[in-house]
């Protein structure tokens, strides 16, 4: 890109910082697929990943040190969820019930975890709170919804793990020590 004249050589590192993200977002992509495809479960990971993705956005939470190690863990993740599946059985809905509630008490009350990589201000974490509390109610409403039209159970069971899973990030981030405090004057 340098050489056809695209970017200045300033920008080289920051291309290949964002060539790097695109490429393993891909992959990453490819790889939930894959999972999906080998577990037969297609269908369910793929409601689990919207919403996972939608509430991850603004609930923060654990951060691998590198994009590689994010990868193997989002794909350890994906087997777990699909192995617990199997093994709950007939027992999804009772799962369900008694972690997803709990999960989505953690979210409601912590709203976000300001991680390293976000850094936000204290306005900045306000709004992103609010957000995380607002996604995680509607999302409670979908799986309502979901349970009085009797959507098959596992599909609730993997809206259920995407709103889990968050938690879980979010408790481990506080654990691990990775929250970090907002700064008044930071903008």
Known sequence: MFNHQLIDFDDIDFAAYYFENGILKVIGCFLTVIVAVITESFPGLMVFYVFYSMLRKYSGGFHCSTQLRCLLLSAITLFVIVIVK???????????????????????????V?????????????????????VVTFELSV?????????????????????????????????????????????
Request: with cysteine; charged share 15%; hydrophobic share 45%.
């Open 143 to 187: 799986i309502l919804l979901a349970l009085l039209m009797h959507v098959r159970s596992e599909y609730v069971f993997y809206m259920s793990m995407g709103i889990t899973v968050n938690a879980i990030s979010m408790i481990v981030a506080k654990l691990s020590g990775q929250e970090v405090t907002t700064h008044e004057g930071k903008d």
């Open 86 to 112: 199997t093994a709950l059985f007939d027992n999804v809905n009772y799962f369900c019930g008694g972690v997803h509630m709990l999960s989505s008490l953690i979210i409601l009350i912590f709203g976000t």
């Open 114 to 134: 300001n991680h390293p990589n976000l850094d936000l201000n204290e306005r900045e974490l306000a709004l992103n709170k609010r957000k995380a509390r607002l």
